[in-house]
């Protein structure tokens, strides 16, 4: 996630690390590296990421697509927090608090697609070689 960030805000890589692989590992990571259009660096920075953290190492659109989501549920938050406003004043919540249920639910909706895009997107990822472990 740290390559999306400008380069004066990453933090220095001051450390290297020698690595050797087999023949098909190697040219696995090429394949890789050829079809994502990703430094073979970055994605075995990306790799050992996800291993350390446990969580997923979003690929720029991906993090682009979360935070779009994010930012409508945001949206829909706001409106939601309105709508509790006025009808704890005594307002009647009318149809405006249905319309926020229907986006709320179109969102969440929205949040699991692309969860599970991103999930198959990685998927699509694995490079099958020969000799794996």
Do not use: F, Y
């Not at 608090?97 to 999930?119: F, G, S």
């Amino acid at each position: 996630m740290n390559d999306t960030l400008p380069v004066s805000c990453r933090p220095k890589r001051s450390e290297a690390l020698h690595l050797r692989l087999t023949r098909e590992e190697h040219a696995g990571l090429r394949v890789l590296s050829t079809r994502t259009g990703i430094r073979r660096s970055r994605l075995v920075r990306k790799a050992l990421r996800e291993l350390i953290t446990g969580g997923a190492d979003l690929l720029e659109r991906d993090q682009q697509a979360v935070l779009e989501l994010a930012r409508q549920m945001r949206l829909i938050g706001v409106n939601l927090n309105q709508i509790a406003r006025r009808v704890n004043q005594g307002e009647p919540p009318g149809r405006a608090l249905a319309d926020v249920l229907d986006q709320l639910r179109a969102a969440l909706k929205d949040c699991e697609w692309t969860w599970r895009r991103q999930v198959a997107a990685t998927r699509a990822r694995i490079v099958a070689v020969a000799g794996r472990d």
